[in-house]
């Protein structure tokens, strides 16, 4: 039997039933349409259907219930992106060519927000050992963490210009 729940997604709040054992990788894509969350291994090992849970915790999505997430704040892929301007990441990972078939990209790019919200000057060990729950069966990882490093220079630069008036 549904269950009528809420959640907040990339800012905004969805209301819909959904089944007690629906996970919310199936509730993002099939009922949201957000199609940027990809399933991959179902088991949350590959890191594809990678969320932020309340902006900075990363949780596979394809093994947390969606009705384990109501009361949180999710974001998606989709939510980085403000306007048509992409995030500091998204764009650093289409200039660093770190995107090949993309199907890991968008839980690349939500793992490596999460290091940079703790860390924003991450060594290449330790952008490495951030992500190492995302798989990517295309790259060698090289551009990948050249997207992370780009990306963490250009935010900290865009930080320093604020608070340098």
Known sequence: MKRIITLNVNGVDYTFGAEPNATLADVLREELRFTGVKKGCDDGE????????????VIPSCTTLAVEVEGHKI??????KKGDQ???????????????CGFCTP???????????????PTEA????????????CTGYG??????QEAARNIRTAKEAVENG
């Open 75 to 80: 974001l998606t892929i989709e939510g980085l």
């Open 107 to 121: 839980g690349m790019i939500m793992c490596a927000c999460a290091l940079l919200a703790e860390n924003d000057d």
């Open 143 to 148: 551009k990948i963490i050249q997207a992370v």
């Open 126 to 137: 330790e952008i490495r050992d951030y992500m190492r729950g995302n798989i990517c069966r």
């Open 46 to 57: 590959c890191g594809a259907c990678s969320v932020l849970l309340d902006g900075c915790k």
């Open 86 to 100: 992409l995030h500091p990441l998204q764009q650093a990972f289409v200039d660093c060519f770190a995107v090949q």
